[in-house]
């Protein structure tokens, strides 16, 4: 097999120092691969208008795998405000770059596992008959990636072209009166591709990793067009896989219930927003955004990411306190990804090995508020819990 070449995209804030990290588990566990650097972020939204250069699409497009840190996003009017004074009113817009990289290269696929480790303090507990419980949770995501209301079809002060196309549906009847610069617009759009994609991998991911059932979390009895368009999706897909349970869900009562019996479900299907939202409620259950890991899967390309956020303001402590493991987590799930199952295995069994033992904990780990100072006070900082998971590896 040629050995890979890994675009590296660290982007902002942590993401700096996180994916270094990564890469250190990588070479530990014997990964062997070519590292090449990709810009993304908001340096370059600030000093060239794209968050997004063509040259790191280009490596992408060459090498189809890339690992990605974590970016700032900021509103539109702030966005402005950054960027260079020569390139003000040029008629540049800020879009997300994470968001940008999965429409052009069609990562429809945003996989994102949700599983507790023994021994992790902040794992999901609840008070059971007899005392407290704390029951496994092991559910997969997978969110639509490219549609939905993240698709950016969106108009404040929507064109008259818009206004009179929209106003052929009876409930635009409600806004007949409301002048077009006070109107804000945004579109869901589901395709029926897509959620025949997403749902027949939903259906076989679980066939092949031993899940019991696939759940469909969207809002039919609301949003009937878009959301009933994934439920027929799914009664197709279990057609095929008939030895898989279906259960459709709406978004609201699964928030709930994800908190009193999250070890009843495996894997979830959801359109691109109600997908970011049942995905962070769950990874709440397991850790929080410090072992949230992802993928974003595409026919011809593939980027792995947690999916924290830059946490700029913890960027600039001298001695970094930011958990590591969905950075690494995610580097696992590229491991996977690239046929190199027993090399993911071991990291996780590595990871796990730390968390069970109990003595090297983050400062989240520890509950405590992420200030510099954690450290001297006993949390890890986020080149100790590496080392802790190299020690045994």
């Not at 549906?169 to 759009?189: F, Q, W």
Request: aromatic content about 8%; charged content about 20%; proline content about 5%.
């Amino acid at each position: 097999m040629a050995t890979p070449t890994i675009v590296m995209m660290p982007g902002d804030g942590i993401g700096q120092t996180v994916l270094p990290e990564a890469q250190r588990v990588l070479d530990k566990v014997g990964f062997s691969a070519n590292y090449v650097h990709g810009d993304i972020g908001w340096e370059f939204w600030c000093k060239e208008g794209n968050a997004l250069p063509q040259r790191t699409i280009d490596l992408l497009t060459e090498h189809e795998v890339g690992l990605f840190g974590a970016i700032t996003s900021k509103p539109k009017e702030e966005a402005a405000a950054e960027l260079d004074p020569s390139l003000a009113d040029q008629g540049y817009v800020y879009y997300s770059p994470i968001v940008g990289l999965r429409q052009h290269f069609n990562l429809q696929l945003c996989v994102r596992p949700c599983r507790t480790f023994a021994g992790n303090p902040l794992n999901f507990i609840r008070r059971g008959v007899d005392g407290i419980e704390e029951p496994p949770v092991d559910v997969v995501i997978f969110r639509q990636n490219t549609e939905g209301l993240y698709a950016g079809v969106e108009w404040t002060n929507p064109p008259d072209e818009v206004r009179t196309a929209l106003e052929t549906h009876v409930k635009m009847g409600a806004y007949r009166n409301t002048p077009s610069e006070d109107l804000a617009i945004s579109c869901r759009i589901f395709t029926r591709a897509a959620c025949r994609y997403i749902t027949e991998a939903a259906f076989a991911y679980a066939e092949k990793h031993g899940y019991q059932s696939v759940t469909i979390c969207e809002k039919p009895n609301v949003i009937r067009e878009t959301s009933g368009m994934m439920n027929a999706a799914a009664r197709e897909a279990k057609e095929r896989h008939p030895g898989i349970d279906l259960w459709l869900t709406n978004i609201d009562a699964q928030m709930m219930w994800l908190t009193k019996n999250p070890e009843d479900y495996g894997v979830i299907v959801a359109g691109n927003m109600f997908g970011d939202i049942i995905s962070d409620g769950f990874a709440g259950l397991t850790g929080g955004l410090g072992f949230a890991c992802s993928a974003n899967v595409g026919e011809t390309c593939a980027v792995f990411e947690p999916t924290h956020g830059s946490a700029p303001k913890y960027a600039d402590y001298e001695t970094s306190i930011v958990n590591p493991i969905a950075m690494i987590l995610s580097a696992a799930m590229m491991l996977d990804h690239l046929g190199e199952t027993s090399m993911a295995g071991a990291i996780r069994t590595a990871i796990s090995a730390v968390l069970k033992d109990g003595r090297t904990k983050t400062y989240d780990m520890m509950k405590m508020t992420g200030r510099a100072d954690v450290v001297t006070r006993g949390a890890a900082s986020t080149s100790r819990m590496t080392d802790a998971i190299l020690e045994r590896l």
